[in-house]
């Protein structure tokens, strides 16, 4: 069975510092990991993808996420966060032709 | 490329009431999905097309909601006999075929649905 579990309900960060979201999943086969981003009163938006392939994989907005077989672990970083970073964060992973989505992770930024 | 819309963005309704929320996805893509999200929880998967085709629907959804796509493009969302539990974020989302395997749904902004 597949299971995404994000490890921190809220991020709290001040402006400027580093973001680091956690993930930990479950998946009987080579899993696809997917971060999506939801800002207040809007869609949901892709930031990044991981496919087997490169397991350090990019994002937009400068955010990026490492894949860890061993630890079972996609977390999400970014180097510098920025005011417009504030938002809900959701770590996915693909199953069939489903998503499988965790509970999410609230990033709040500090001035 | 308009992106995937939904109408209404907000519905108030009394309990008992029917309501029908909308989805037009982007035009080429032939797949298409409703999930419910509610406050404090990420989306769950509701219901999945595949053209006209309804190829999956939740155990969670009750006999109470229907979901149609009659020409492959648009789909509707309805729930008879609202009942207060049914408060939540209705989102639409849509991919191209080879869309799924990479993750790469494209959401609509949601329909939100309050029932009294």
């Known amino acids: 069975a597949q299971s995404v579990t994000q490890l921190d309900s809220h991020v709290s960060v001040s402006e400027g510092t580093p973001v680091l979201l956690r993930c930990n999943y479950s998946s009987s086969y080579s899993p696809s990991l997917f971060w999506y981003v939801q800002h207040p009163n809007k869609g949901l938006q892709l930031l990044l993808k991981y496919t087997s392939a490169a397991t350090l994989v990019k994002g937009i907005n400068g955010f990026e996420a490492e894949f860890k077989k061993s630890e079972t672990s996609f977390h999400l970083t970014k180097p510098s966060a920025h005011m417009s970073d504030a938002a809900e964060y959701f770590c996915?992973?693909?199953?069939?032709?489903?998503?499988?989505w965790g509970a999410g992770t609230k990033l709040i930024i500090k001035p | 490329d308009t992106g995937v819309s939904q109408d209404p963005r907000h519905k108030i309704t009394k309990r008992g009431q029917n309501v029908t929320f909308r989805c037009d996805p982007i035009s080429e893509h032939n797949r298409l999905y409703w999930y419910r999200q509610t406050l404090g929880q990420g989306p769950e998967f509701l219901t999945y097309?595949?053209?006209?085709?309804?190829?999956?629907k939740s155990r969670l959804l009750s006999d109470r909601f229907s979901a149609e796509r009659p020409k492959g493009s648009f789909s509707t969302l309805e729930i008879q006999r609202t009942e207060q539990g049914d408060s939540a974020m209705y989102l639409c989302?849509?991919?191209?075929?080879?869309?799924?395997?990479?993750?790469?749904?494209?959401f609509g902004e949601g329909s939100r649905l309050t029932v009294l």
């Open positions: 996915v992973v693909s199953w069939n032709y489903q998503l499988i």
């Open positions: 097309f595949q053209n006209e085709a309804q190829l999956e």
């Open positions: 989302a849509s991919s191209p075929r080879a869309g799924l395997k990479a993750g790469e749904l494209f």
